[in-house]
């Protein structure tokens, strides 16, 4: 079975460019969550799908950041613009669903790593 | 409120060198979930172990082993005998699936080094 797949691994992009980051889980899990790692910090929570809705969007920054989750698949993070301080590890994870505790056992892709310069 | 402290930084040894890593967290919830994860080199994050709050029983798994503390709210981690390989940064995280929703609150890590 494969595992939370994210592309690109690693994104390098100006200040003020675009980049779209995306993540695909595994299949037939129904949440999915993106968190981040900025300029060596803990690693925290974005935001939360179950299957194209979101949950939680407590942890988004700011409206320069934008996920989508179509049709309750992949998932699509936007950055526009990027700024400098958006710089780090974003990792997607998924989980099954339903009850707990497998249901709620989160697996985590590699990441991609984000520079902005 | 929700929180995983991570105090120490870096961690420093030699091979073959017992290493323990400590995890204090701060909950509100009865119900919740403890986790390790391992961050190597390469990036991505390695789950290590999942621990509910009504299983305080320590667990071994080869030379790693945890210490699970209620009384303390502290979840160690020790590794026996270091290897090199075991250079990463490690994490622990806190998840409260009644209040806190599915998200899981990540310490700062502690990056450990294992020389040979």
């Known amino acids: 079975e494969a595992g939370v797949t994210q592309f690109p691994s690693h994104s390098v992009i100006e200040k003020g460019q675009t980049v779209t980051l995306r993540c695909d889980p595994i299949?037939?899990?129904?949440?999915l969550y993106w968190y981040r790692r900025v300029m060596g910090k803990e690693i925290k929570f974005l935001l939360h799908?179950?299957?194209?809705?979101?949950?939680?969007e407590s942890g988004m920054p700011n409206n320069r950041f934008l996920a989508e989750r179509t049709g309750g698949t992949y998932s699509t993070l936007k950055v526009q613009p990027a700024e400098l301080e958006d710089s780090g590890v974003y990792f997607c994870a998924s989980s099954l669903g339903g009850g707990l505790p497998k249901g709620y056992e989160q697996y985590f892709g590699p990441g991609t790593r984000l520079t902005v310069t | 409120a929700q929180k995983v402290t991570q105090a120490q930084t870096e961690i420093s040894v030699v091979e073959k060198e017992d290493v323990t890593l400590d995890c204090v967290y701060e909950?509100?919830?009865?119900?919740?979930?403890l986790f390790w994860y391992k961050q190597p080199p390469s990036g991505e994050l390695v789950f290590l172990i999942r621990r509910n709050s009504f299983d305080e029983q320590n667990e071994i798994s080869g030379r790693y082993s945890w210490n699970f503390q209620k009384s303390t709210s502290s979840f160690n981690f020790t590794i026996t005998a270091s290897q090199v390989v075991d250079s990463a940064v490690y994490f622990c995280a806190l998840s409260e699936p009644n209040t806190g929703g599915f998200k899981t609150i990540f310490g700062a890590g502690t990056r450990l080094f294992v020389k040979a």
């Open positions: 799908f179950v299957k194209e809705s979101k949950q939680d």
């Open positions: 909950t509100r919830d009865t119900t919740y979930y």
């Open positions: 299949s037939g899990h129904d949440n």
